[in-house]
């Protein structure tokens, strides 16, 4: 059964910065492409990031290109999503996922 544990999330001010990560567990990580997603207030899910098993090739939606970077630890089972110059239209509740399994979420608020 596949596991996923976001964390990392929380209340910053504009531009400043956050690290999610996502501990995975129940498949083989390094053999599986991640995807970060996202969920605002009254909204629906939203895809914002993936890169591939061996993290050879990162993508993102335009929003937040030059903001945000993908990573992968395979030894560690852990991707991450790193943060910076936030705004508060990034406000949402941020998901990893892997096909079609998600973890529980964490919350992101982007607020003076």
């Known amino acids: 059964q596949v596991y996923l544990v976001e964390s990392g999330g929380g209340l910053v001010q504009p531009g400043e910065s956050l690290r999610l990560s996502c501990q995975a567990s129940?498949?083989?990580?390094?053999?599986?492409?991640m995807s970060w997603v996202r969920q605002a207030p009254g909204k629906g899910l939203e895809w914002v990031s993936g890169?591939?098993?061996?993290?050879?090739?990162?993508f993102y939606r335009d929003s937040v290109k030059g903001r945000f970077t993908v990573s992968r630890d395979n030894a560690k089972n852990t991707v991450y999503l790193q943060m910076n110059s936030l705004k508060p239209e990034d406000t949402a509740v941020y998901y990893c996922?892997?096909?079609?399994?998600w973890g529980q979420g964490t919350q992101v608020t982007v607020s003076s």
């Open positions: 996922g892997q096909g079609s399994s």
């Open positions: 129940g498949f083989t990580f390094s053999r599986h492409a």
């Open positions: 890169l591939y098993s061996d993290g050879s090739d990162q």
